[in-house]
């Protein structure tokens, strides 16, 4: 079945820094890949997700691109805060419905003030 | 408010007892989902339902048995809980339409002793 790769598993960084977390697929069949952000006690929520048509999204300091041809994708994120400071899921999801979505192991992000 | 509400927060229990959780959604969603956080914070698929069927049921030990009344509502049951039954168990739920971000409830910690 589909196995969801994510690299690095934690990063450390100063406030305003830049960060890129790697993601990789397997199963090329994969349409829908949402990310995800989980805060210290706090419920996982929704941050960007790209379709398999697509190459590029933005959103304010998130940018994900998306390579089909390799199966990786890449989340930037700008100027970083210690708000942003959370363990961030990549996922994939094959079915056109999101019955099944499969995550990667996160990465653990500290931004330092 | 409308999202997606677990109880309890926190259960602890011995081992063989049984335990019940429950979630509902008020997003008027068609599609909900149980997953499994482990210790490590590695996030599982265990049940998909949409509209109070079973769509998606992973290699989950017979021990755990969803139900839905109706499709707001999917709650999980564990028969004779065991020591690697120690997770957070998050709700969740999605529209049924063509992949969409899924709404995650707060989870709830079960402790095994």
């Known amino acids: 079945g589909e196995q969801v790769e994510q690299l690095p598993s934690s990063l450390i960084v100063q406030e305003g820094a830049s960060v890129l977390i790697n993601c990789s697929y397997t199963d090329s069949a994969s349409v829908y890949f949402p990310w995800y952000k989980q805060e210290p006690g706090k419920r996982l929520q929704f941050i960007i997700d790209?379709?398999?048509?697509?190459e590029r999204k933005q959103n304010q300091r998130l940018t994900l691109l998306f390579d089909k041809k390799t199966k990786h994708l890449s989340l930037h994120i700008t100027a970083t805060q210690p708000g942003d400071s959370a363990i961030y899921f990549c996922?994939?999801?094959?079915?056109?419905?999101?019955?099944?979505?499969?995550f990667g192991k996160g990465t653990h992000l500290h931004v330092l003030p | 408010e409308t999202a997606v509400f677990q109880t309890p927060n926190y259960h602890v229990t011995q081992v063989g007892n049984e335990v019940s959780f429950n979630c509902k959604q008020t997003?008027?969603?068609?599609?909900m989902y149980w997953y499994k956080q482990d210790s490590k914070k590695l996030l599982k698929i265990m049940f998909s339902?949409?509209?109070?069927?079973?769509?998606v049921n992973e290699t989950v030990p017979r021990r755990f048995s969803p139900q839905s009344s109706d499709k707001a509502h999917l709650n999980l049951r564990i028969k004779s809980v065991e020591p690697e039954d120690s997770a957070v168990y998050l709700c969740?739920?999605?529209?049924?339409?063509?992949?969409?971000?899924?709404?995650f409830g707060k989870g709830t910690r079960l402790t095994v002793v």
């Open positions: 997003l008027g969603h068609d599609t």
């Open positions: 339902y949409n509209n109070k069927q079973l769509i």
């Open positions: 790209i379709r398999s048509n697509m």
């Open positions: 996922s994939a999801s094959i079915n056109t419905n999101a019955y099944k979505v499969i």
């Open positions: 969740a739920s999605s529209t049924d339409s063509s992949n969409t971000e899924v709404f």
